[in-house]
């Protein structure tokens, strides 16, 4: 199979490829690659393996149609993480959101029909249901979104289910939990807090630190982006949870606890503008379907990933300074 992978230089995609290359996915040894990324801030070629035969790079931005028209054909699928992701960026500007979200992926999908890709696998977020009070949003709970973010994912998830009902292409959503592991982008609530605490600094808690968020390992996540490419149902939107739910003060008596650090090193800051109190997802469908589980236990998953940033700082320095240039949200 040939795959176009959209966004694959950043945290996800990146780790989706690296799994690839790696000979994660039985019976996709001998697939090739092609990653189109437009290298915004947070995307960097050092996520990559370097010189790989299976893998190709095209450095592009999913809005440049004529650049898709040449790059997409004989291309099988496409899995499609390109994103403007970060909700406080979002609330401090939101057009490149709706920009690479919205408009980005309906040009990729439009490309995609004229060019005859068979399989195409949207990548998205709990965010598009909004908040939740008690129990957990199905597939087919309403779409609520509260921040600029979410109603952009929102709107590019109607968009792909259009373009499967209306012209028949072969499409799927997964909507997924709070990602963490190694190679995320320094901006993020867990590397944030590592990366400061590793240099001695303190770290931001947004409002009484009691929003909820549900959890779920990048090496998961992926695994359940595989099953759904390979046996999905098209037009169907699978939930990837993760199963572990905690308040933003749990996670970061967590962090401090596996640093061996204190309280004293956390200070709380002011909320964050229609900040959503509580995710949970619902994802019988995908376990019940595709016989999806969680593999990494959140204890284990995070202490693994602080042990890595502790160990890889000459990856994510370099990234900290760059968001730091930008007015890096705080997380």
Known sequence: MNLLITGGAGFIGSHYIRSLLADAYHGHEEDRLTVLDKLTYSGTLTSLPNNHPRLTFVRGDICDADLLMDVLPGHDAVVHFAAESHVDRSIAGSTPFITTNVVGTHTLLECCRRTGVERFVHVSTDE??????????????????????????????????AFHRTYGLWTTVTRCSNNYGPYQFPEKIIPLFVTRLLDGGKVPLYGDGRHVREWLHVDDHCRAIQLVLKSGRAGETYNVGGGTGLTNSELTRRVLAELELGWDRVEYVQDRQGHDRRYSLDASRIRDELGFEPRIAFADGLADTIRWYGENRAWWEPLARRAATLGAPVG
Do not use: F, Q
């Open 128 to 161: 598009v249901y909004g908040s939740v009070e008690e129990g957990s949003w199905t597939e087919s709970s309403p779409l609520e979104p509260n921040s600029p973010y979410g109603a952009s994912k929102a709107a590019s998830d109607l968009v792909v289910r």
